[in-house]
């Protein structure tokens, strides 16, 4: 939802600017600009489109050598994805320039206000009511004015701001959205992840809500709303500039999907250390996992694996969902905040619901340092690196894993696990990488599949038991990158209507893998056969008598039912990436989504 990245340093602006800004492009990307400040003067540049167009337009129409700027891709909230609503945003006397993410929620009561005071507005988002109220306040400090602007404001934000009156220094704010400052020997850079900054500096300050910092030559101040200074700390990033690179990958997403097996591998030793370490609480009473998207799947996968194992009642609840419906959850719940990004507005919002009723809440959560850590009693991070691909692969299946190991510890520590049956799970789940390696070693098979079912116009994704999340997983995989409509059901529901959808253009992907349920499955294909639905199974390796009932079958290595969620999700991934390729979609960076949900 929106990047945003500023610079002030010896080094020409303007370069950094849109490097650092194709490096947040996977957080929107429907228009772009920048904005430099050179000889006192605000010189900017703003397009509909991607950072590309906006690199065009600035090699036909050349920006002034500058030393510092501000830039941001947008993934439009209010207003249209044009030129005019694109950031930059400017006070009326074009002295004042801003880039914000978030969304200011009483924009049209300001707006009003500003207007009738002689403000005049070009654009139709809540951004501009920033750059006309810090014009308002503004006394010659530039700080100051930001904190008396935000202090009216309600919403979310991560701002840039920049002065033509106060050419040396940049001022930024958070509430809500994050942002980063950081600093290194090229400069000093504002941003609203790490990856925009990775080429240049590994000394970071992840801003804490309602702080505003000053960028200049001499150094980093940080603030509070009532102007005081006060003390923060730089944290070391640890991941290197190329995790944040496509690495010979055509796609960002099919690097993802390929790094898998070392994400679990990673997982299984140094994660693995602190999900033992937590101290699990003996008393609880349930569990309520909330999440969005992909993660609320990885979520019912673990109401499967917690409820076996820790013999614990665990509900799944959509974080949208769960925030406005006076939840049932106290002192006796424990609360798993699931999320790639940890900035999910929904999710945030439920954990806070959540805290206020008395929940412990603990989060599974892959960027360090964002809000939901910080707001979370305790974090079991995925440590998947950085997810650029907006459909997300890799972490989906590091929240699988963590879920797995949460819920083997717990059931130890409840005793609800043998010592035999708990040691031979662990195995199991150390075996997994080697396992999702071979997948993806034979990707031709997928890919054959995938070639000859990109024309289909829509799609059926059925699992049964613990594989019922894999299907819609597997659905919400290729609709968001291939556009093909697709649904995934509880294979036991089909008689229940979606049967009514089959036909010779439905193409029907079944997860058939071995398991105690087979033969159900094998009926529920029986019955999509005699109705001409096109199959595709995904079977467990050695499963002859599979062809026998469908025309495709992907095979995956056999493993125990309960654990294949975390091979299954592989295929799948792979069966979207190639069905949306085959018909030229932008993998990466599907049609109106943007990589993390800032808003609600
Ligand atoms: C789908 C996808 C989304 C996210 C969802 C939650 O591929 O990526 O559905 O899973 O927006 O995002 P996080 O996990 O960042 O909270």
Known sequence: MCGIVGYIGPKEAVPILLSGLKRLEYRGYDSAGIAVISCGKIHSRKIPGKINDLIGVIAKEPLPKAGLGIAHTRWATHGAPNKVNAHPHSSCDRKISV?????????LKLKESLISEGHRFVSQTDTEVLAHLIEKFYKGDLKDAVIEAIKKVEGSFALGVVSADEPDKIVCARQDSPLIVAEGRAGRFIASDVPAIL??????????????????????RVFDLNKREVRFKFDRVLMGAQSAQKGGFPHFMLKEIHEQPAVLKRLLSSGAREIRRFSYPRKIKNIVIVACGTAYHAG??????????????VAVDLSSEFRYRDPIVDK????????????????????????????????????????????????????AGPEIGVASTKAYTAQLAVLYMFGLELARSLKTISQNSFKASWKVLNSIPALQAEILKAHRSVEKVGRKHHKFGSFLFLGRNINFPSALEGALKLKEISYIPAEGYAAGEMKHGPIALIDEYRAVVCIAVSSRIYDKMISNIQEIKARSGKLIAIASAGDKAIRTHVSETIFIPK??????????????????????VSRKCPVDQPRNLAKSVTVE
């Open 99 to 107: 880039v914000h993410n978030g969304i200011i929620e009483n924009y």
């Open 199 to 220: 080429e240049h500096c590994r000394r970071v300050v992840y801003l804490k809500d309602r702080e505003v910092a000053v960028l200049d030559n001499n150094g980093i």
């Open 300 to 313: 019912l996968v673990g109401k499967y694996i917690i409820e076996s194992l820790a013999r614990i009642p």
């Open 332 to 383: 006796g719940t424990l609360v798993l905040a699931i999320s790639q990004s940890g900035e999910t507005a929904d999710t945030l919002a439920a954990v806070r619901e959540a805290k206020k009723k008395g929940a412990c809440v603990v989060s599974i959560c892959n960027v360090v340092g964002s809000s939901l850590t910080r707001e979370s009693d305790h974090v079991f991070y995925t440590l």
């Open 559 to 580: 493993i125990d039912e309960f654990f294949s969620p975390l091979l299954v999700a592989l295929p799948l991934q792979m069966l979207a990436y190639t069905i949306a």
